[in-house]
């Protein structure tokens, strides 16, 4: 109770990263890291196109392209556990840099190996190594955003990071499918490992700053509990084992009720759509007919939504504050998913698609933000790494459920009931304290 308590009077860590008040375009280090991230988000839009298709392309089934994804989700959240434990311990940039340099080297793989013939096994070799590489690359990333920016700019900083790398998202798919209707959808992901190796060699230059130890406050979630206890249960100068750093993680966010109940609406929410992606592939490749470029041209369209939505997120979040923008963002999401199902023109599937992942990008923004505001410094790699093991806990499991019943049952009844339920999310969102988070 006294862990929840203190929570209650959590202030946010004061801001003395170098470099507040001025824009962030002029701010270097931010710069370049923005930069980098655009061109490796490229790199990606090709591969979120290519390794579907590999799939597809071999097998034929909707459901091998779920289970890939479930694998690589399954991957994601056993890394997850660890992530922010690792990311709390170790050197932040010389860690991004090896993840990049280990995810170009293992991508470099798939278009080698399918020169001499498709060997789909790779793919489920691969593709789970990379996503456990990935998030401890993203738990990084989350900390390290707030080691370059002041804390008054973290959402837009996110705003504008995930609004380059959809615009990179934009362009990499018009690419991918041009390239993958070429040459195959192998090369593509040769240009995704070349991303990677594009973005360590930026992020070698960029100095991240963290928070000098003598800045943490007693309110810090660190701090000794009046009888000398630490609220992780350690005792003093002991050194906390990986599964204790993650109870740490998942006691800061059941402390804060803000944070509890948003990461229960995410549970459910990540179970609905992680597998959307592969069920507009094959509503657009096997239901209507069309070719690898249509569905590049198609996911350009949708990385429009994220855009928009990045670039305007801070405004809408300062103007309504934190509960209606994310409840609003989710309902956006899942009327746009119901629509999906039963959208037979590509121009049609491509505005539903800009419409849904514009609102997740308000609604990821925004609890980002959220998180990386309410977190003391030492705590934000545990707290984002448990937050991201709960919320993607039975995403895998969702998006084998969806592809598998949209190749039994078609893509309109599974969109149609995947898209109602984010609805009642965002319902339910307002019964909890995110419904009633004020402004800020």
């Known amino acids: 109770m006294a862990y929840k308590a203190r929570n209650r009077r959590l202030r946010r860590p004061p801001d003395v990263t170098p470099g507040t008040g001025q824009p962030l375009w002029k701010q270097r280090d931010f710069s370049v890291f923005w930069a980098a991230q655009t061109l490796s988000f490229l790199g990606d839009s090709f591969a979120l196109i290519a390794l579907p298709l590999l799939v597809l392309q071999v097998t034929g089934s909707l459901a091998a392209m779920g289970l890939l994804t479930a694998v690589g989700g399954a991957a994601s959240v056993v890394a997850a556990v660890f992530a922010g434990a690792v990311v709390d311990r170790v050197d932040r940039r010389r860690l991004l840099i090896a993840c990049d340099l280990v995810r170009m080297a293992l991508y470099g793989l798939i278009p080698l190996v399918w020169l001499v013939g498709p060997q789909v096994w790779l793919l489920y070799t691969v593709l789970p190594l990379c996503e456990a590489v990935g998030m401890l690359f993203a738990v990084g990333y989350v900390t390290v955003v707030r080691g370059l920016v002041g804390t008054g700019q973290l959402t837009e900083a996110n705003g504008r990071l995930n609004a380059t790398a959809a615009a990179a998202g934009v362009l990499g798919p018009v690419c991918a499918g041009a390239l993958t209707a070429w040459t195959g959808p192998a090369a593509a992901v040769g240009v995704d490992a070349a991303s990677f190796g594009v973005s360590a060699a930026c992020l070698c230059v960029v100095r991240i700053r963290r928070r000098p130890p003598d800045d943490l406050r007693p309110s810090d979630a660190l701090a000794k ?97 934190f509960g209606p923008t994310w409840t609003a963002a989710v309902a956006v999401c899942g009327l746009a998913v119901m629509g999906l199902g039963r959208a037979h023109d590509p121009r049609v599937v491509g505005a539903l698609c800009a419409v849904f992942l514009a609102g997740v ?47 039994r049952h078609g893509t309109t009844p599974v969109a149609l009931l995947a898209g109602g339920a984010c609805v009642l999310i965002a319902g339910a969102a307002l019964a909890t304290p995110v419904g009633r988070a004020g402004r800020g």
């Open 361 to 407: 990008a308000v609604a990821g923004t925004c609890s980002l933000s959220l998180r990386q505001e309410v977190t003391p410094e030492p705590l934000l790699g545990r707290v984002t790494s448990a937050f991201w093991t709960v919320q993607y806990a039975a995403a895998p499991v969702g998006a084998a459920v969806l592809t598998w019943s949209a190749e």
């Open 225 to 321: 509990e009046p009888d000398g206890q630490r609220p992780d249960g350690q005792q003093p100068g002991e050194r906390a084992g990986l599964w204790q750093d993650l109870r740490v993680g998942v006691a800061f966010l059941y402390g804060h009720p803000v944070l509890r109940a948003l990461t229960a609406l995410l549970f459910v929410f990540s179970f609905l759509t992680l597998g959307l992606n592969d069920l507009v592939i094959y509503h657009l490749k096997h239901d209507l007919g069309h070719d690898d470029g249509t569905v590049g041209s198609v996911m350009a369209a949708g990385a429009l939504g994220t855009v928009v939505g990045s670039l305007a997120v801070a405004r809408v979040r300062r103007r309504l504050g």
